[in-house]
């Protein structure tokens, strides 16, 4: 694995170009919540259609790879307490984060969903 981007500031959003992608690509995001309330929200743009965190989670392409899934909580993009209005995140794509606190999430978008293998 290559780490592309660390942000330890939740205010703060993530944006990276991913270049040569292939069926093998897996993109995989470590999220820790350190007491107040995790969340967890993603828009990856391939071939100009975009892939956001849906609710549910397997309605969308990302894949849950670690953390406690059995009470997922979703909540839109501008929620509180986040109110993001970044443009690059899909307007449909959903916070999503389980009841837990103090707790790691670890999330992964896996192209070979979106691209057959050659």
Known sequence: PVLLESEQNWA????????NVTADTVLQFTCIDH???GG???TVEYGAVQYSTLEPMSA??????EGDTSTLVYHV?????????????A???MWVWNTDTYNTMK??????NIIAST
């Open 91 to 93: 307007d449909d794509a």
């Open 60 to 65: 969308s392409k990302f894949d849950i790879v």
């Open 35 to 37: 007491g107040y309330v």
């Open 40 to 42: 967890f929200i993603a």
């Open 77 to 89: 993009k501008t929620a509180s307490p986040w109110h993001i209005h970044t443009d690059e995140i």
């Open 12 to 19: 703060h959003s993530v944006e990276f170009t991913v270049t």
């Open 107 to 112: 999330f992964a978008f896996d192209f070979a």
